[in-house]
């Protein structure tokens, strides 16, 4: 196998779309959470960011291959 | 008669045609649709976010507008009182999602067997989900009325109660139950109308093979009903807690977040901040929080959908 071919598969390994999708779905769920959890200021503070970084992220890794 | 083209004009026509490719002619027919869009959808957002980085407040629009950077939204996710309108909001939604899918799933199980006057029992059903909100909020008003609305009176027949001694949406230990309700009354159809597809998708062999092994009426329905009609629920679950989210015109008309602010969903503090208090910048900021939980939650809503389609 040639380097090239080598990397591809390599790199195809990593950036299979389902874990990274359900990784996503987890930074926005977690979000969504955050955002209306009654306990802690910091974590209302802090949940638009989350939402925005798995939205976007989710936006992304959904072209990545099968 | 079939009026006659000469030659000439009937070549240029068709070379007029001939020359624009297929994927000119497509883009020509959509075009209308996309600037329509642009005009209505996206360039209404994009205004949006550049308010949401300035100081705009239209009760003092001479003021010179400024760029503030990241302060409005610093502003609202440091703000006690925005955080208790969005736990507020969650409240409502985890109650009417809730209610609904019991009620709608119980519809479901019910519709699902046939008897007699099933069509008709059917649409009577599914009628509250046909109307507006806006109609539903105004004659839920009438009909919860403490003096002449006809539920108080329901309620007193069954209690002794005055039927003047209460009022559902303007009491603080009450309103927030009513909007629950009014929202489950007109909603439940829907969970109901998704569950049944659902039902209908169990092929009729599975319970068969269950009576041949001798499965209780219980046992199928833990067994074969419930977890074959999971994927429709959580699709109804999803569906149903982003519109609940997104929930304005039926609250604004039932209680219009009040009594104080009890019923004060996060929709109606966007709305005060906007065409009350005037401040653009910031409920710009706020819609675009909103915007981003919605569109975060429709990705995970899409997702489920793909997985359903494929069972």
């Known amino acids: 196998m040639s380097d090239s071919a080598a990397a591809k598969a390599g790199l195809s390994r990593w950036f299979r779309r389902g874990p990274w999708e359900n990784g996503a779905m987890i930074l926005i769920g977690g979000g969504i959470f955050m955002l209306v959890q009654p306990w802690s200021i910091d974590l209302y503070s802090y949940s638009f960011i989350t939402i925005l970084v798995g939205t976007i992220g989710f936006m992304i890794v959904s072209h990545f291959p099968e | ?311």
């Not at chain 2, 490719?21 to 027919?29: H, K, Q, V």
């Not at chain 2, 909001?89 to 519809?107: H, M, P």
């Not at chain 2, 006809?150 to 230990?173: D, E, K």
């Open chain 2, 1 to 311: 008669m079939i009026p006659r083209v000469s030659e000439p004009a009937k070549s240029r026509a068709a070379w007029r045609v001939r020359g624009l490719s297929d994927r000119t002619i497509a883009w020509l027919f959509i075009a209308p649709t996309i600037t329509l869009l642009l005009a209505i959808n996206i360039f209404p957002l994009v205004w949006m976010i550049r308010l949401s980085f300035t100081n705009l407040n239209l009760s003092m629009s001479y003021l010179p507008l400024r760029f503030v950077g990241l302060d409005n939204f610093i502003d609202i996710l440091t703000d006690e009182e925005v955080w208790i309108r969005l736990q507020t909001t969650a409240q409502f939604v985890i109650c009417s999602v809730a209610l609904q899918v019991v009620i709608g799933f119980g519809l479901a199980l019910l519709i699902n067997r046939q008897f007699r006057g099933h069509s008709f029992w059917t649409t009577i059903i599914l009628l509250p989900m046909m109307l507006s909100p806006a109609v539903v909020g105004n004659f839920w008003t009438l009909l919860l009325q403490p003096q002449i609305g006809p539920f108080n009176s329901l309620i007193s027949l069954f209690t002794g109660v005055p039927p003047s001694s209460f009022s559902m949406t303007g009491q603080v230990a009450l309103a927030p139950w009513t909007i629950v309700l009014v929202d489950t009354w007109m909603w439940a159809p829907y969970v109901m109308l998704i569950c049944l597809a659902g039902l209908r998708s169990i092929p009729d062999y599975i319970y068969e093979a269950a009576e041949v092994d001798r499965a209780s009426p219980w046992r199928q329905f833990w067994s074969i009903t419930l977890p074959m009609a999971v994927p429709f629920l959580m699709l109804a679950v999803l569906f149903r807690a982003i519109e609940n989210f997104k929930m304005f015109d039926m609250v604004n008309l039932l209680t219009s977040g009040g009594p104080g602010s009890t019923t004060e969903l996060v929709s109606i503090t966007l709305k005060r901040a906007a065409f009350e208090k005037w401040r653009t910048g910031y409920s710009s900021a706020l819609a675009i929080i909103l915007f981003v939980t919605v569109f975060g939650a429709a990705n995970i809503y899409v997702k489920a959908l793909n997985k359903v389609k494929q069972r």
